[in-house]
């Protein structure tokens, strides 16, 4: 009887049988997502590098600097535009933002908002997801303190 299942386990169950139909038909082709988080990721350290020790007086260094951002922020702006195709894809755009949202705004509300939810999703796929998570949420530091902390 529905209702004596708990809550997670039926909206787990009505969230797998939404999926499942998009999933199967989409399987055969790449989510999207990856692409256009690929590209942020991309355009993100081409910025740091222009940035990496800029002479704001050198206006090649400058010019070069500008062009990285604007690409940078063009890419950003697609990805906005993407929608995910597979629960991995979602997984993986939410992964994204709130390891980006963590290195760029550490230690505000929303980052630590969003680590959590993050976290909270990989918990709820687990119980979905008989073979366990594509995308490993858990290892997104609480702030860019705590992820140079961990790199040395």
């Keep these: 009887m529905i209702r004596d299942l ?5 909206l787990g169950a009505a969230l797998s049988t939404m999926v499942a139909g998009t999933v199967s038909a ?3 082709e790449p989510d999207p997502i990856l692409a256009a988080i690929q590209a942020v990721r991309e355009t993100s350290a081409a910025l740091t590098s222009a940035l ?5 007086d050198d206006p090649v260094q400058m010019r070069r600097a500008d062009e990285a951002a604007d690409r940078d922020a063009d890419a950003r702006n697609a990805l906005g535009k993407v929608r995910p195709t597979t629960p991995a894809g979602f997984r993986a755009l939410v992964k994204f933002h709130a390891e980006d949202v963590t290195w760029m705004e550490p230690d505000t509300f929303g980052a630590l908002a969003l680590r959590d939810l993050a976290s909270a999703l990989e918990d709820f796929a687990e119980t979905i997801t008989p073979r366990g998570p594509v995308v490993s949420l858990r290892q997104i530091p609480a702030s860019r303190h705590d992820a140079l902390q961990g790199s040395r």
Excluded at 6 to 10: E, F, G, K, M, S
Excluded at 52 to 56: R, V
């Design 52 to 56: 990496d020790g800029l002479n704001e």
């Design 6 to 10: 708990p809550r997670r386990n039926l």
């Design 26 to 28: 989409l399987s055969a």
